[in-house]
């Protein structure tokens, strides 16, 4: 199983940007689906979530109502839609997978990260 993030760039503070993470080697609706981000020396913080159905989501306070997490089941991928862009915005973004402990195997991670992708937010 794997996770491989794209989109991440410059933008100018104000911006928009989409961030993709294409999921493949399991079957993408067993995995509940989530964007993390981490600034230099500091911890990997939480930025959104999504349920492996599709039915939920949730946000860190600071991205609220500016980010948008979906999920394309057809594409095994999901997306990351940033508006309002700020410079604080700026980290390196990574893609993480959670499986849902009912569709659990031994074969398969439970759980699995990208390598990540930059997003700069020039002010």
């Known amino acids: 199983v794997q996770v491989v993030e794209s989109g991440g760039g410059l933008v100018q503070s104000g911006g928009s940007l989409r961030l993709s993470c294409a999921h493949s080697g399991y079957t993408f609706s067993n995995y509940a689906m989530s964007w993390y981000r981490q600034a230099p020396g500091k911890a990997r913080e939480f930025v959104a979530g999504?349920?492996?159905?599709?039915?939920?989501?949730n946000y860190a306070d600071s991205v609220k109502g500016r980010f948008t997490i979906t999920r394309d089941y057809a594409r095994n991928t999901i997306h990351l839609q940033m508006n309002s862009l700020k410079s604080e915005d700026t980290d390196v973004y990574y893609c993480n997978g959670k499986v849902v402990p009912a569709f659990a195997r031994p074969e398969y991670p439970a759980e699995v990260w990208g390598r990540g992708t930059l997003v700069t937010v020039s002010s």
């Open positions: 999504i349920t492996s159905n599709g039915g939920r989501t």
